[in-house]
């Protein structure tokens, strides 16, 4: 399995068989070569402009709950549910990809715990890359989430112009072993007996 950081908070897993993209839009880069993948799955199930625009792309797309399966690997969405106002709710996605005998958990800026129940649903994660919020509220909610998913590899991925201290992240979420690398070559034997957090570099 390779992996590597499109920017913003997007990413690409792929492997011999399939090229997977998560939240392509988050990259900034609008062509459908920027976007080229086999599956698109996307994390923020609210926004119906860029529903529209995923029917404008190449490749198959999800964007809601659901298991599928595509080329070996299997995809599992869970639904998350934040109240906006006593009326409304957003929804997001969390998604887990079972690619080459490895867990990928990938999770959008949260501001809400993660249940028991779901915790119990999802599978040990081994990679879990995480959209970083800018928010001091957000950032510590899905330090909880980390702590309680306990990954083996964590990716956390930036807003496209933002910055954060690695140090100060990693005590937050207890990880004190960090590297940073271009692009992420993983093997099921390469999975690390302790935590690690990881910064990928993005791809021009």
């Not at 083996?152 to 005590?171: M, Q, R, S, W, Y």
Request: hydrophobic residues 40%.
């Amino acid at each position: 399995m390779q992996i590597q950081n499109l920017g913003g908070g997007a990413l690409r897993l792929k492997n011999r068989s399939v090229n997977i993209v998560l939240d392509p839009y988050l990259s900034g880069k609008k062509s459908k070569k920027g976007w080229e993948a086999d599956v698109i799955l996307v994390s923020q199930q609210n926004d119906a402009s860029l529903l529209q625009a995923m029917d404008n792309q190449t490749g198959r797309y999800f964007a809601h709950p659901g298991e599928y399966e595509v080329s070996g690997t299997f995809i599992h969405g869970f639904d998350l549910v934040t109240p906006v106002t006593e009326a409304a709710s957003r929804h997001t996605t969390f998604y887990t990809l079972n690619m080459d005998e490895i867990v990928v958990g990938h999770l959008g800026p949260v501001d809400c715990a993660i249940e028991e129940e779901l915790l119990e649903q999802i599978l040990p994660v081994d990679v879990l890359s995480v959209q970083i919020s800018m928010d001091a509220d957000r950032q510590k909610c899905t330090a909880d989430w980390i702590r309680k998913l306990k990954p083996k590899v964590l990716l956390p991925l930036l807003p496209l112009e933002g910055t954060i201290d690695h140090e100060a992240f990693g005590k937050l979420v207890g990880m004190a072993n960090q590297q940073e690398v271009d692009q992420l070559k993983l093997t099921n034997r390469d999975i690390p007996e302790l935590p690690v957090m990881t910064w990928l570099k993005v791809e021009e």
